[in-house]
């Protein structure tokens, strides 16, 4: 594990105190015993040491009646990982906010700060956001791994068709490429290694977020402002008196942005952006109940995509898996449903001799049976059936689907599952990731 140097604020937290996590406890869950021992000023450094061993996304320190919790966010699911005395709590919040430079003294409204740990091979930015809650302030850190922004666009989890047709569209120098899915499904993720892929000295990039999560190299970041009225549809206006050649919008959540991006589409930009609907298939009806207009939006859409995240089998200690009858009859069922000219087509009764696995939990994966996460996509594109529906104006979601399937769309759910044959994860995961769509199935 590369050793922590330092805070830029100027806490730090020193290569022994690394060793000694390393040697002394092997999962974050034996982090509880361990920070009793220690200083306050330890107790935050040997936490944020846990939290980049284990991968961790979020780190929550929650204020409770008896006692302050800290909880992991590894691979999207929270996770115990220790309880400190109440008595403790105020010197630890003031310890973060000493680092995020926040104002200790105010306790009363939340407050947001960020601060930057520097690795021998990376650095680390933590975003840190503080809530007044009825016990003392709850205190979320963000880490952000500066190795996400690596990310290329072929290690995504998108293959066959989505892949190639996908990567048709981005390749355009004009149009919209939409992400959907909900908050932590890893759209931003998408959009970065898709600029990652068409980032080049002779490409103007622009991107405007909230926040910016990442920093990349060679692109023009920009971060909106609401309360100095810089908002997205503000900001994206100024943007494209920048010259842009591709505009990365962070999300899409009125009418007046929608509009600006699609015109910036029609008028020889490529767009980028995320919206919040279930799947790809909500895209266009999502846009129409913002009142965009039919005869801008038809020509305007490249590319709809729909992803969630999936846990991927931790490979140390992965292990057959021997699903119930139930279960592999409604697997067969929906993987029957992939369209022959998807080139994943199944033929009936050949699922009967597939190996499916789970992970048993080893010191590897933090004896959670999983490690790292991979995407499950579905990309629909636009043809002149959906420009049809769209100028009628009556679009629904069942309208889409219908002819995603004739273009040869695997669905997310279908994706996960091919994933799982792959022994890529578990049957149990896609479904508890998916669970909002496979009523559907």
Not at 98 to 107: E, P, S, T, W, Y
Not at 222 to 235: I, L, R
Not at 355 to 361: D, H, L, Q
Request: hydrophobic residues 40%; contains cysteine; aromatic residues 4%.
């Amino acid at each position: 594990m590369p050793k922590i140097r330092k805070f830029t604020s100027g806490v730090e937290v020193t290569e022994a105190d690394i060793k000694r996590f390393e040697q002394e406890i092997n999962v974050f869950r034996d982090l509880n015993e361990k920070l009793r021992e220690v200083s306050i000023s330890d107790v935050v450094s040997l936490t944020l040491a846990a939290a980049i061993k284990a991968r961790a996304s979020d780190i929550h320190i929650e204020a409770e009646e008896r006692g302050v919790k800290i909880r992991f966010r590894i691979d999207g699911i929270l996770h115990d990982a220790a309880n400190l005395d109440q008595k403790l709590w105020q010197q630890i919040i003031s310890r973060i906010k000493l680092v995020a430079r926040l104002k200790i003294n105010i306790d009363d409204r939340p407050q947001d700060g960020r601060f930057t740990i520097f690795l021998t091979k990376e650095k680390i930015d933590v975003r840190v956001s503080t809530l007044p809650t009825a016990y003392g302030e709850s205190v979320v850190m963000r880490i952000l791994m500066s190795s996400v922004v690596g990310l290329h666009f072929e290690n995504l989890g998108l293959r066959g068709r989505a892949f190639e047709a996908l990567k048709a569209e981005i390749d355009k120098p004009n149009g919209m490429v939409v992400t959907t899915g909900p908050t932590g499904s890893g759209k931003t993720t998408t959009l970065y290694a898709i600029l990652n892929q068409l980032n080049n000295p002779g490409t103007k990039i622009i991107t405007i977020e909230d926040p910016i999560e990442y920093k990349l190299e060679g692109i023009n970041q920009s971060q909106v402002e609401p309360g100095k009225g810089y908002s997205f549809a503000s900001g994206l206006k100024n943007i494209l008196r920048q010259d842009p050649d591709i505009v990365m919008v962070g999300e899409v959540r009125d009418l007046e942005t929608a509009e600006i991006a699609i015109n910036a589409a029609l008028t020889g930009h490529l767009v980028l952006t995320t919206l919040h609907t279930n799947d790809a298939a909500g895209t266009i009806p999502r846009l129409l109940s913002m009142q965009v207009k039919t005869f801008l939006l038809a020509p305007a859409i490249n590319a709809m995509i729909g992803q969630r995240l999936v846990r991927k089998i931790c490979q140390s200690c992965k292990k057959e898996d021997k699903l119930d009858g139930k279960t592999l009859a409604r697997v067969m069922h929906i993987v029957d449903q992939i369209p022959r000219d998807s080139g994943y087509h199944l033929e009936p009764g050949k699922l009967k001799g597939v190996a499916f696995y789970r992970g048993e939990g080893c010191d590897v994966c933090q004896g959670l049976g999983y490690r790292d996460q991979v995407g499950i996509f579905e990309v629909m594109t636009m043809n002149r059936e959906v420009e049809t529906l769209i100028l009628n104006g009556h679009v629904s979601e069942y309208d889409m689907r219908s002819i995603g399937a004739k273009q040869g769309m695997i669905t997310m759910l279908q994706d996960g599952l091919l994933k799982a044959i792959d022994g890529i994860t578990s049957v149990d995961e896609v479904f508890r990731v998916a669970k909002d769509i496979t009523e559907r199935e």
